[in-house]
């Protein structure tokens, strides 16, 4: 089944500091990878999500990137906010299932 | 819409008791999914319903769990019995049949606590 493995597992940035997450897939029939933030005692929320035949999706502070070659996928966050503290979650879905496979999680945490 | 909506938000209880975890999906939604989500293991998919009908249960972790789902409105996780290691938080999610890529909208989620 597919596998995602995200890094790192925490990251701390200052604020207006750009921040990069990764994440690689195991299941070359993936084609759907979407970004979730949580914050703390909340539930995942959808920010940001890729298809396979798209290279790079941008919106506002936020871009994701696919290299389906390599099959890994990251997500930036450029002037970054104290509002952008959360844990992140990368996923991927198989194409023709439903299921989402999620990555480990990183907790950002942006230093005033 | 409401959201998805799950009871309780909080659950204490104590070892081989049974514990019943409740969700209503978003009307309209034909995909029902549980997670669970621990520090160490993050979220991970239990078992996931199609129009009411249990498609992939591959992640139940054992046979002390059961999920249901009666009508399209209404889905329960069941523990029995309940051990400290379930403590986590369970998170129920729903989508619609997707013609392209579909959000998965998660419920606030339910905390287990079993001493």
């Known amino acids: 089944g597919e596998n995602v493995e995200q890094h790192p597992s925490t990251l701390s940035v200052q604020e207006g500091d750009s921040a990069v997450i990764k994440c690689t897939y195991s299941d070359s029939a993936s084609n759907y990878f979407p970004w979730y933030k949580q914050e703390l005692g909340k539930r995942p929320q959808l920010i940001i999500d890729?298809?396979?035949?798209?290279g790079e999706k941008k919106d506002q502070r936020i871009a994701v990137t696919l290299n389906k070659t390599a099959k890994h996928f990251s997500l930036h966050i450029t002037e970054t906010q104290p509002e952008d503290s959360a844990v992140y979650f990368c996923?991927?879905?198989?194409?023709?299932?439903?299921?989402?496979?999620f990555g480990q999680g990183t907790r950002l945490t942006i230093n005033p | 819409d409401a959201g998805v909506i799950q009871s309780p938000r909080h659950e204490v209880t104590e070892m081989g008791q049974e514990v019943t975890l409740r969700c209503k999906p978003i009307s309209g939604h034909d995909y029902l999914f549980w997670y669970r989500q621990t520090m160490m293991r993050g979220l991970e998919l239990l078992i996931y319903f199609n129009n009411n009908v249990p498609i992939d249960d591959s992640g139940m972790p054992e046979d002390r769990f059961s999920a249901k789902m009666p009508n399209a409105s209404f889905s329960t996780l069941k523990i029995q019995p309940s051990e400290p290691r379930d403590s986590a938080v369970y998170f129920c999610?729903?989508?619609?049949?997707?013609?392209?890529?579909?959000?998965?909208?998660f419920g606030e989620g339910s905390r287990l606590t079993v001493l």
């Open positions: 890729i298809r396979s035949n798209v």
């Open positions: 999610a729903s989508t619609a049949t997707p013609v392209g890529p579909g959000e998965l909208f």
């Open positions: 996923a991927a879905r198989i194409q023709g299932a439903q299921k989402l496979v």
